[in-house]
């Protein structure tokens, strides 16, 4: 028997292939609290393969105002992922949801030298 449970390594899978068609089918707010063993968060993994869209449709279905701001592990927010992979669109699109600008790692790494 076939079960629709969609688990966080569905979600990762459907981020890296930034197919925002599946996404949308398979999104639910309770996976904004899953992490994986790194404490990413799918926000986390959209930041870094540079998903602006999956962005947006995590933050407008979840509308907690905490998640563009969770850290992983490292300290790393979303919003500095994206700096450090250099995924400008992503990056701005955290910014436009009030992402902190300001944010630092545990190692003392910011939007400017991530």
Do not use: C
Request: proline share 4%.
């Amino acid at each position: 028997m076939q079960t629709n449970v969609v688990t966080l390594k569905d979600i990762i899978k459907i981020i890296k292939e930034k197919d925002i068609v599946s996404f949308s089918a398979k999104w639910k707010p309770s996976l904004a609290w899953m992490a994986d063993g790194d404490g990413w968060a799918p926000i986390h993994f959209a930041a870094a393969y540079g998903n602006p869209e999956i962005i947006e449709r995590i933050l407008e279905k979840d509308q907690q105002k905490w998640i563009e701001n969770r850290t992983d592990d490292h300290g790393f927010t979303p919003l500095l992922l994206a700096a450090k992979y250099k995924n400008y669109e992503a990056l701005k699109t955290l910014l436009s949801f009030g992402a902190d600008s300001k944010a630092v790692t545990f190692e003392g790494e910011e939007i400017g030298r991530a």
